[in-house]
């Protein structure tokens, strides 16, 4: 029973590491396919998306079974909820980047903008928090969680940046607009990205710390 | 121990259902704040995140005690995880009422750009999404949450007229584009309202008829 336990985890960790592993190639791809203009990524992507559901899927009965297989205590609880819940995350993560690609194909149909520097820098940024947020999960690794959550703010910098770019060039011509308005929502999907990969380290302190560090909960409550 | 697990059965419903009613009404007042230029309202919104914050929180403690009382039967283990999981998007559900009223208060401070009609139409259709997916939930009646994933098709239809329309006005007019593009990320953000009341939805067919309906997976499966 122990054994059977311990190798249904270990399953449930490589899926959410190679879920993790499609999505964070999925933004890369997107992101490339816009800013090399190179329409053949942008589809690599879209084929890409059912894998990514097919693991979301077994993530969830993975951790469906782990549930089943024993009374679980408190901390193997805690670990199959939160990857129950990083499998939603890592879903919506993998939509987030067939909407890139979907806007780069549109994107790709009429003439270049601009050259992209900001953008392909905020997708680096979540890439990078999507790999350390895994990791972290890994590893329990709650001081790596605490400071990927802490570099979402960078994002959001970048994000508003990008925004107020990309209003210049429609204030200056309406010729952009629809252009500019695809960037713009390249731009939100990445920040989403973020948020995403924020959550996922979220749930890791919750999960190492014993406790929820999701919107200052102890101080609402002690505000009671 | 079997009343208790009933017990803490019905304070998870009540929360579910005092969750969803917060959030629901968020959408209403974000909406009407922007509509009828009630920055008060818009106001109230951002006080009352506390709130849904707090309960997303106790609805995972109550689901992880429902864990921990017994060892969950396979249909009672799907309740449960059912119940985090919609969890989860409740909250986002709360952050995109109040991503709403920001944009809203924004909005406020320039001159209205045109009537609202298409926007308050879909925010109306979003919230009947909610409340029915939640009920569906309650009364575990796969029918009507069936019919809830379907009307997500008219929400995205009226988006991308709404994105068509505000098109026309930023490129024939320069001078609305700050404004436009306002209004254009309150229907993202009332297209993603949506988003989550499917998924609550086709967490609740999953839970009903024993199997997933997310992403066809029956289909990629049998394909392999």
């Given at each position: 029973?122990?054994?059977?336990?311990?190798?249904?985890?270990?399953?449930?960790?490589?899926?959410?590491?190679?879920?993790?592993?499609?999505?964070?190639?999925?933004?890369?791809?997107s992101?490339?396919a816009l800013?090399?203009?190179?329409e053949?990524l942008a589809r690599?992507v879209l084929?890409?998306?059912?894998?990514?559901?097919?693991?979301?899927?077994?993530?969830?009965?993975?951790?469906?079974?782990?549930?089943?297989?024993?009374?679980?205590?408190?901390?193997?609880?805690?670990?199959?909820?939160?990857?129950?819940?990083?499998?939603?995350?890592?879903?919506?993560?993998?939509?987030?980047?067939?909407?890139i690609a979907q806007r780069a194909l549109e994107l790709l149909r009429?003439?270049?903008?601009?050259?992209?520097?900001?953008?392909?820098?905020?997708?680096?940024?979540?890439?990078?928090?999507?790999?350390?947020?895994?990791?972290?999960?890994?590893?329990?690794?709650?001081?790596?969680?605490?400071?990927?959550?802490?570099?979402?703010?960078?994002?959001?910098?970048?994000?508003?940046?990008?925004?107020?770019?990309?209003?210049?060039?429609?204030?200056?011509?309406?010729?952009?607009?629809?252009?500019?308005?695809?960037?713009?929502?390249?731009?939100?999907?990445?920040?989403?990205?973020?948020?995403?990969?924020?959550?996922?380290?979220?749930?890791?302190?919750?999960?190492?710390?014993?406790?929820?560090?999701?919107?200052?909960?102890?101080?609402?409550?002690?505000?009671?």
């Amino acid at each position: 029973m122990e054994r059977l336990f311990d190798e249904e985890l270990n399953k449930l960790r490589e899926k959410l590491l190679r879920m993790s592993g499609i999505v964070e190639e999925s933004v890369a791809l997107s992101i490339e396919a816009l800013k090399d203009r190179k329409e053949e990524l942008a589809r690599e992507v879209l084929r890409r998306e059912e894998g990514v559901n097919l693991l979301d899927v077994e993530i969830d009965e993975t951790c469906l079974r782990l549930l089943a297989l024993r009374q679980p205590m408190a901390g193997d609880l805690r670990l199959i909820t939160s990857a129950m819940k990083i499998g939603v995350d890592l879903e919506r993560m993998g939509d987030l980047a067939v909407n890139i690609a979907q806007r780069a194909l549109e994107l790709l149909r009429v003439p270049i903008l601009k050259p992209l520097v900001d953008i392909p820098r905020m997708a680096r940024l979540a890439q990078d928090m999507l790999k350390d947020s895994i990791q972290s999960f890994i590893d329990r690794n709650d001081a790596l969680a605490a400071e990927v959550c802490k570099r979402d703010d960078a994002v959001d910098a970048l994000e508003n940046q990008v925004f107020r770019e990309l209003l210049t060039y429609m204030l200056g011509d309406p010729a952009t607009i629809e252009r500019a308005v695809g960037l713009l929502l390249v731009s939100r999907y990445l920040e989403r990205l973020a948020d995403h990969a924020t959550n996922i380290a979220e749930n890791v302190i919750y999960l190492v710390r014993g406790r929820s560090i999701k919107h200052n909960v102890d101080k609402i409550r002690s505000a009671d």
